[in-house]
Structures are given as C-alpha cells and as structure tokens.
C-alpha cells in the first residue's frame, strides 16, 4: 500500500509533531483546571508558605549581609561559630540601645510628622490654588495634591501600625506575638544557623537533588547567590549610608522632621530610580512649608546626597555584580509593582535576576538539544552554562 505523502501546509505547521503538541497543551490545560477545582487541598501549603516566607526573605538579606563578615574572621583564625555569635552580640546589644535611645526619639518625630502633615497639605494647596487661580494648571495640581495627601494618609496609618507592633513587640516580653514581630523573632535565629552550618545547609539540599542534575544545579545556585546576594547586599549598605547622609544635611541645614524623613529617605532608596522621587515629595512639602529658603537649602543637600551616591556610594559598594540597564529596570518595577505592591517594588530586581538565571539555563539547555537533533542545519553557539560567563555577559 502506497504511503500518503504530507502536503507542504502539513509539513509547514508541524505534522505529527504539531498533533502531539496540542494533545499535550490540551494535557496540561486539564491538569490545571483539575487542580484549581481541588485548590483548597492545597490551602494549608499555601498558609505554610505565607508563614515562612517573611522570615525566609529577611534571614537571607541578613545571611549575605552578615557572611563577608564572618568570612573575614575565619581567615583571622576566629572559629565560625565565635564569629556569628560575636556579631549577634554586637547586633542585639545595637537594637536594645536603638530601643531605649532612638526609638523614643522617632516615635515622637513620627507623631508629629503625622498630625503635622494635613496642615502642611492644606496650605499647600491653598498656596498653589492662590498662584495658579483660574489658569488651566489649578484643577490638574489640586488633583495631584489631593492625590498625594490619600497616598500619605495611607503610608503613614500604616507606619503607624507598624511602629506600634514593633515597640509592643521588643519592649513587652509576654505581650501576644503579632505577625511583625514573630517575623522579628524568627528571622535571626534562622540566620544564625545559616550563618553557622551555612556548608551543611547547602550541602543537604545537593543530596536531594538527583546526582545527574548536581553539577547544574551548584552552577546555578553559585550564579543566583553572587548576584542575588551582591545585590542585596550593596543595596542595604547603600540604604543605610543615604539615609546617614541625608539625616546629616538635614540636621545641619535644620529641616524639621529630619530624623524622621532620613528614615524615609533610606528606606526607599531601596527601590531603585522611584524610591528617591518617593522620599523627596514629603521632604519637600515640610520644607516649603518652613520657607522657601529652607526648601532650597534641602534641595541643594538633597542634590548633593544624590550625587554622591550616583558617582561615589552606589559604584564603590555595587560594583559589577548585577548590571541592568535602566530602562529594564524601570520595566521590572512597573510589572512587580503592579502584581506586588511595596514587596514587588523592593524585591523585584532580585526576583528579575532569579528568573533571569534561570530563563538563560533553560535556553541554553535547550540550544544544546537543538543542536543535538538539527545541528546538520546550522548550530547554536555558546550552549554551556558557566558561571564566570554569566557574570561577564
């Protein structure tokens, strides 16, 4: 019987490769249609998981703060465990010190800063209503300042909330734990031990996977954790050193809520291109609302803080470990933004470097198969996965 020859549209669109294709989607889409009608099988995974990962996510920021640390010890002759201690010491003895003598200090800043702040906004909006009265621009500031009053009313309800936990939290011993501070509480002690048997860890994990998938599997993990960590890392001590200096200029060009506003401005310096436009909104309104001078001098301090961590803070302490272009990163914000909220916005360039890692493996891997199946035709270059490559792309 004479074989039945496959037309070139059949040919075109896949033939038997395109049926099992489809049969295969069609698989998949019924596999999760299944397990969405069963999702609440899985409701206590997803209770687990909403527990762990907050203590999860600061444990590790903490662990890749804290291990150059202890790394340098080691190679002093101090024994991991004395150094992780040591450093923990130290840590509690810093917080219990910062509960006493700051905590107090910016919790009265906070107050007022709050109760202060509509008054700042009214007459703002009075000032900016009387300037552009009957010009086309009055109803569109108006709006933007309405807007800009809900989103601080919101920030600062929710600071407030959160302050309060955290100082019921540290300073009554038997009060019930709220979730802040179970996160708190949780977070160091399993840095503790990720600090200290750090290698066991890492090392137990590899025994799970299977022996044939090892050597992948420890080049992706060295590449997430370079990256990852450095990342973290630099953008914490980059936080922390903005918000120094702004606190610093402030103080000496006497902006009121200084301690305050410094706290803001680290925190959202964070997020990197939108934190600072974030942070200077309210430093700029409690200063236009001293004078008009006084918000020029935070301007000039604002500038120079940002300038210096332009072209001095930022290379010195990132260096070349996660390089992203801008407009990717203005992308990668506007996407977790949207799907996460604030927790997008903080972690989604790490996220991003995550996927990243993985997304280029997977293409590689899959670079190798094709060349395995169809190299006669023409063959795909670079298909091994190395770390040392990955971070000098």
Known sequence: MEKKQETRWIKFLGGKNLLFTLVALLLLGAVIFIFHQVGFIFGPIGVVFKTIIGPT???????YLFNPV????????????YGVSAIFVVLITLIVVGIIL???ILQKQVDGLVRSFPQYMNDLNKMVTDFFHNSALEKPLANALAGIQKWFDNVSDGIGSYFSKAVE???TVFSTLTGFALVMVTAPIITFFLLKDDQ???AFVLKIIPPRFRSDAKEIGATMSSQVGAYLK???LVSISIGILTFIGFWLVKVPYSGTLS???????VIPYIGPVIAFIPAAIVALMVSFGMFIKMSIVWMIVQMLNGHLISPQVMGKKLVVHPLTIVIVLLVMGDLLGMFGLIFGIPI??????LVTYIFRKFKQRYNQFYGDSGEYEDTEFSKEEYLDE
Not at 57 to 63: D, E, Q, V
């Open 57 to 63: 996510i600061l444990a590790l920021i903490l662990y």
């Open 70 to 81: 202890v790394h340098w010890l080691e190679k002093h002759k101090v024994k991991r465990v």
């Open 102 to 104: 700051v905590v107090p």
């Open 169 to 171: 939290g540290a300073s």
């Open 200 to 202: 066991k860890f890492f």
């Open 234 to 236: 630099g953008q914490i």
């Open 263 to 269: 706290i803001i401005v680290g925190v959202t310096a």
């Open 352 to 357: 991003y470097a995550i996927v990243k890692v």
